[in-house]
Structures are given as structure tokens and as C-alpha cells.
């Protein structure tokens, strides 16, 4: 007789134990990159629903499924396929579930949107890993989950990974868009506390940064002094742009001159020089304006994709 309450072996809430044949480890933070992942992987090895386990996409919730069910899956997945961003890179979960792929030899790393080889913590590097806009890699990683599943490649969708390579750019935008806008935000907020306060939050929790520890990056007067930590390698270039017109701003620092190579062209640098004249202005509409400059230039002027973004 069943015992009331309680799953019988080989069961996981009153129902056969699932076996996926790929689990997909994520920061719940990317779920925007996850969705056309798993899509793109269905489609181009003929999976269902069942074969995939993916918390961000699938109508479960982690608390609702027992981490021991959670752990099973992982354990009997025939394949793992890790999305390495900024964010899975600070999840202990994410490193947990990688590092337990990583002993079994099925882990399949994806660098997520504009994370770049070297980029990639120890021993990932030596793990064979494909960009996630990178349209030839991703194909090989397909031929490999394809063979690791002995499954053939059946209905491969160009629409499917071209939508993938879409959001990644738009991912990769909107991130060098928060990281560029920040440095004005910060200063602001020391100016206008509480005007400028919710920009400079709602920035930080897409960052993940904390903000009160922000403010020791900036003087009394706003000026930004040191960068924040953790600083993407993707985003030094565009943060350390926006930390010199904002400090130009402040103390009329010469150092604007000093412009990292390849990131801005002379129709920025004309608009900056443009912004930067307008002494007769306030501080605080000062900041305010190229707060809303920079927010329009970035998004307009996607960055150019780069063999491995």
C-alpha cells in the first residue's frame, strides 16, 4: 500500500522520476538569455519540454521543486549546458552546478554576451566553450550535444538562432547603457539626493552592485574617484568614458582627452565637446543632460559585435 504523503522510490511528488537529457545552469538574472537557448535547442535536436530542465523557462519555480530533485536531475542530465555571464559568474548555485558537470566531463560552457576566453575563471578556459553570438561555435556546440545525446540533427531553425544573436546584442547594449550611465547617476545623486536617487538604484540592481557602497567611489562633491567592484572587462572602456566627462564636469578635468581607443567616433566626441562647453548651465542640469545624452547615444549606437560577444 502506498504510504499517504510520501513518494514512492524511483518517484518525485507522486510522479516517475524525470530524466533530462540536458540541464541548463543560469543565473536567474539572464532569463532573457535562457528562453531563445532553450528554444534554439529543442528545435535543433528535436527535444521536448521533458528532456530540457530549465528553472527559468519551464512553469516550475526552484522552491517548488525539493533541491534533492534538483539534484538528481543534475546528476542523471546526459549533458550541461552553462550560460557564463556576470551574473552566473557571483551565483554560488550556478558555480555548484558547473563544478559538479565539470567532475562528470558534461559540462558545455556558453559565454554569454560579451564575455570574452579570457574572461572566464579557471578551469573553464580549458573547456572547449562557444560565444553565445557566435553563429559557427554554436552550431559545433549543437553537433557536439548531438553527439554526447546520439541524437541526430533534425530541424535546425536559422530563425530560431538568429533571434538568439538578436537578444544577445540587445542584452550586451542595454548592459554598456546601465555601466555608462552610472557614473552621472552617482554624481548626481551627491547633488540632487532626492531627484536622482531612484536612478542611481534601479541602475545598481540591474549591475548588481550595492549602492551605498558606490558612494565611496565618489568624493562629497560627486567627483568619481575609483571604479566599483565587480567592473566587466566588456564595460571598463565606456565606464572609465563616462567617470571622465562626468569629473570634466565637476572640475573641468583636462584628462577628457584621454579617451580609451575604439570606443568612441568624432561624432561622439564632438557631441561630448558640445555638452562639456555649456558652462552657463547649472552643475545639476549639467549632469542631468549628459545622463540623458549618454542614455540616448548607447542606445542608438549599439556596440559593434566583436568575435566573441
Not at 72 to 88: D, F, G, K
Not at 178 to 204: E, G, I, K, Q
Not at 242 to 260: E, T
Amino acid at each position: 500500500m502506498r504510504s499517504r504523503g510520501r513518494a514512492l522510490p524511483g518517484q518525485v511528488l507522486g510522479r516517475s522520476r524525470r530524466v533530462v537529457k540536458i540541464f541548463i545552469s543560469h543565473s536567474e538574472s539572464d532569463r532573457e538569455l535562457v528562453e531563445p537557448l532553450y528554444k534554439w535547442l529543442q528545435c535543433g535536436l528535436g527535444l521536448s519540454g521533458e528532456d530540457i530542465r530549465c528553472t527559468s523557462v519551464e512553469n516550475i519555480n526552484v522552491g517548488e521543486a525539493s533541491m534533492e530533485t534538483l539534484r538528481e536531475e543534475l546528476q542523471l542530465a546526459q549533458a550541461v549546458v552553462a550560460i557564463v555571464t556576470s551574473n552566473s559568474l557571483r551565483s554560488h548555485w550556478v558555480s555548484i552546478e558547473m563544478g559538479a558537470a565539470w567532475l562528470r566531463e558534461r559540462l558545455h560552457p556558453i559565454r554569454g554576451p560579451g564575455v570574452n576566453p579570457s574572461d572566464l575563471p579557471s578551469p573553464l578556459p580549458n573547456i572547449t566553450n562557444a560565444g553565445y553570438c557566435e553563429e559557427q561555435a554554436m552550431y559545433r556546440l549543437l553537433q557536439s550535444l548531438a553527439r554526447r545525446l546520439d541524437l541526430p540533427i533534425v530541424g535546425v531553425s536559422k530563425f530560431e538562432l538568429d533571434e538568439m544573436v538578436a537578444v544577445g546584442r540587445r542584452y550586451l547594449t542595454e548592459g554598456l547603457r546601465s555601466w555608462f550611465s552610472l557614473p552621472p547617476a552617482m554624481a548626481a545623486s551627491r547633488h540632487d539626493a532626492n531627484r536622482f536617487h531612484y536612478v542611481t538604484d534601479s541602475l545598481c540592481r540591474r549591475l548588481h552592485l550595492d549602492r551605498q557602497s558606490l558612494y565611496h567611489c565618489t568624493d562629497e562633491h560627486g567627483c568619481i574617484e575609483r571604479d566599483p567592484e565587480p567592473l566587466p572587462s566588456w564595460a571598463r572602456d565606456h565606464w572609465k568614458l563616462s567617470r571622465m566627462a562626468v569629473n570634466h564636469l565637476l572640475k573641468g578635468d583636462q584628462n577628457l582627452l584621454d579617451l580609451p581607443l575604439n570606443v568612441v567616433n568624432e561624432e561622439l566626441l564632438a557631441e561630448l565637446k558640445r555638452a562639456l562647453s555649456k558652462r552657463n548651465l547649472k552643475r545639476g542640469e549639467q549632469l542631468r543632460g549628459w545622463f540623458t545624452r549618454a542614455e540616448q547615444w548607447v542606445v542608438e549606437h549599439p556596440p559593434v559585435t566583436e568575435k566573441g560577444h
